[in-house]
């Protein structure tokens, strides 16, 4: 094909192509930059200049007789969410839960990847990587609305507690119910970066410290879960991240006191209608993962993402 | 092989209940679709396919189903020309600044989803921007972006440069380069982005409620349902519809960029 057919395509616009195709040859930069301009102004302009359109309207408020927003600088949102104690308790407790999965999520996550590098098999490895992965395409409304039929008063777990001779579980709409579909759905995204980590591990680390004493727990111990925590430092952020801006959950399986910050959000601009609060108190998730993401960069989670 | 015989049987036991954990919600999921009963106990009452013929010719769900479908499209278009022309500008570059530009595109799915949806429904307010179909795919396509920018810039990276330079030497132009030899080497990472993409905003609800106004996507519209404790039959048939629709893109994506494009060397 190639050649032939390239040359049989000759047509009049030819001379500016190869204009354009030697000038790009020549300044590499500049072909670079007619391709990335398109994409990054589309971005600056957008996205970049929405997250700055988040930032300043923060700083409004809403008339209460007009329910107009006012562009006036005010701090009083901010001073708002700081003061009252029921936003703290939210802020509160979204980090505690958030905090709470994060932990689940490695403590499951570590023995599992494990498994996966050295004790399964090439083809089970590969297999359980793809299983693992497919649950973070399916639905995510529709993966936290299964937990709801599963815990229900009639549901699944109950009828296999009555089985086994347990009593009923009564955790659905409580923080709990929380806490394991969180662990639930963010579990996969913990998942993949210890693996990674794990697999990148030599045998050759693991026969110098048998051969230097260690037993299999030392090993393990000293060796593999120090060289694990990039991996479980990256894993982290998402698990972390996702959790704190979340409100599905809450509003499918949580119970009256199980309102995170997004819901409050959610609630400020549906219902309530004041934007310039829910943009004050989105904010303050962002704050968190800031400091959040500067404390895991020292962990080593980057250069393991 | 470190591991002692009890330790590992211990590893295969937590194995299969974390894979447990992850799937059975799934299947049990999918189980309740045929449920003939509207009752939401288990075990089922009986098994039957009404739900889903109750969904197909309901009018809510054909004109949510149709948004979503073309807004997954729109993103999907947007994000495939905004995608790869970031990863080819980004995969030769060598120049100051190219981590700060691939983090830019990378923010959407690293910031929690409602700072991305609360910034999107911030931005139309302070231009005054109604809130349409076409606000719903400005929000789905920068988080898509990332999918195909990440899909062609791995099938870039492997593809050596010298391909280039040697139809570049056989005389061709940039036009006949791109038509004759970088295409068919992305083809295959660009239609998987694409599936991805698609995946991704078929199913998406938390960016979207903030840039939605009226109309209710798929997922949106369960969402209400659920939250309302209303026609859950319904819902659980739409839901393994959802499931399926998104799985099987991905599934196909999955095949596509397993095998080996152009290596280097």
Not at chain 1, 159 to 164: F, G, T
Not at chain 1, 289 to 305: C, D, H, P, T, W
Not at chain 2, 63 to 84: D, E, K, M, N, Q
């Amino acid at each position: 094909l190639s050649v032939d057919a390239a040359r049989a395509e000759g047509s009049p616009r030819r001379g500016a192509f190869r204009a354009l195709s030697r000038v790009s040859w020549r300044r590499p930069w500049l072909k670079d930059f007619g391709e990335l301009g398109v994409p990054l102004a589309a971005f600056l302009f957008v996205y970049v200049a929405a997250l700055v359109a988040l930032f300043v309207s923060a700083f409004w408020s809403v008339d209460p007789f007009t329910s107009e927003v006012v562009h006036t600088f005010s701090l009083d949102n901010f001073s708002l969410i700081v003061h009252d104690p029921t936003y703290r308790r939210i802020a509160f407790r979204t980090i505690g839960i958030a905090a709470a999965v994060t932990v689940t999520c490695a403590v499951l996550a570590f023995p599992y990847a494990y498994f996966m590098v050295r004790v399964a098999g090439s083809r089970l490895r590969v297999a359980l990587l793809v299983l693992t992965v497919l649950p973070l395409w399916v639905s995510y409304l529709v993966r936290v609305y299964s937990w709801r039929l599963l815990l229900n008063q009639d549901g699944a777990i109950n009828w296999w507690l009555n089985k086994l001779g347990l009593p009923d579980q009564n955790i659905a709409f409580t923080n709990w119910a929380m806490w394991i579909v969180y662990t639930y759905i963010w579990l996969p995204f913990m998942v993949l970066p210890v693996y990674a980590a794990l697999e990148r591990i030599p045998d050759s680390y693991l026969e110098a410290s048998a051969d230097l004493g260690a037993r299999g727990w030392m090993t393990l111990r000293r060796v593999i879960v120090p060289l694990a925590i990039p991996g479980i430092a990256a894993g982290s952020i998402f698990t972390f991240s996702l959790t704190l801006g979340d409100y599905i959950a809450p509003s499918l399986v949580g119970g009256p006191n199980s309102q995170l910050i997004g819901n409050v959000v959610f609630a400020n601009v549906g219902i309530a209608n004041n934007v310039p609060f829910a943009a004050a108190f989105a904010t303050v998730p962002l704050m968190i993962m800031g400091v959040y993401l500067l404390v895991m960069k020292r962990l080593g989670a980057f250069e393991s993402l | 092989v470190i591991e002692t015989r009890a330790s590992r049987i211990g590893l295969w036991i937590w194995a299969i209940a974390v894979f447990l954990f992850l799937w059975i919600p799934i299947v049990i999921m999918g189980l309740y679709a045929f449920n003939s009963s509207n009752v939401q106990s288990w075990p089922i009452a009986g098994f039957s396919t009404r739900w889903f013929s109750v969904a197909w010719h309901d009018p809510d769900v054909r004109s949510a189903l149709g948004l979503s479908i073309r807004c997954g499209l729109a993103a999907t278009a947007a994000a495939l020309v905004l995608g790869s022309l970031a990863a080819f500008g980004l995969s030769r570059a060598r120049f100051f600044g190219r981590n700060a530009i691939s983090f830019i595109f990378v923010l959407p799915i690293a910031l929690p989803g409602i700072i991305t949806g609360m910034a999107l429904n911030s931005f139309f307010l302070y231009w005054g921007i109604g809130l349409s179909i076409w606000t719903i795919v400005i929000g789905h396509a920068t988080f898509c972006v990332i999918i195909v920018f990440n899909n062609m810039l791995a099938r870039l990276r492997r593809t050596s440069g010298s391909f280039f330079e040697a139809s570049a030497d056989l005389g061709a132009d940039g036009w006949q380069t791109f038509r004759y030899v970088t295409f068919p080497v992305v083809r295959t990472a660009l239609i998987a982005g694409g599936l991805l993409a698609f995946a991704l905003s078929f199913d998406e609800v938390v960016v979207t409620y903030f840039t939605a106004g009226a109309q209710n996507t798929l997922p949106l519209l369960i969402y209400g349902y659920i939250r309302e404790g209303q026609r859950l039959p319904v819902v659980n048939a739409i839901a393994l519809v959802v499931i399926l629709v998104t799985v099987i893109p991905v599934f196909i994506a999955q095949r596509l960029t397993s095998d080996a494009g152009v290596s280097r060397r």
